[in-house]
């Protein structure tokens, strides 16, 4: 059970959702890093060399993958059954890669996120995807060390549906403790659910 909240109506509509318990697996050693490197069609220079191949999880767990080029990000072709494979090998069904723009861009970060294990062979916004990357960034000294920072991260490029989403890391006692994620949003349509006790 995560908390929405809604903020405004119409076009003016943001949605934000408090996320889940924030944990860091440790992260992955070589071989594990190389196999989801050729599943992705990188290499170990692609990578930012000073932040690791590593789990997040904010409820969801996805695996953080920094690379050093946007250019790079959008030309992925990944191989989806190798990604199935690691997916199988390490428990985890979602790669989260991404790149830092530019300091001029509105937007922090650039992403793509690969689940081809769970049928979604890429999806292009996704919250329990940047959500774990900001906790991550925060983790790792990238967001500034203040109490809750908030940043823009890009995403659906390569797919020609772009949007952005903002995530704001709450940080206790020196460690990214929450984690928020939040958009603009309009309204697609209306469903009512009627409930009924089970006789």
Known sequence: MLPVDI?????HMKIIMTQGEVVFTPPYDRHTTDRILA???????????????QEVSTGHSKVMVPIRSVDTLDSLMP????LVACSRATQCNGFFVFAFNDEDDLALTSGRMFAPAVGIPE???TGNGNGPCGAYLSQHGRLPDRDVVSYCGRQGVAMGKEGVIEVTVHRHNGRPDTV???GLAV????????LESPS
């Open 180 to 182: 928020q994620v939040g």
């Open 123 to 125: 999806d292009p916004v």
């Open 187 to 194: 309204e697609a349509g209306q469903m009512e659910v009627v």
């Open 7 to 11: 903020i405004g109506a119409g076009d």
């Open 79 to 82: 191989n989806m059954d190798a």
């Open 39 to 53: 599943a992705l069609g990188l290499t170990v220079d692609d990578l930012l060399s000073d932040l690791p191949v």
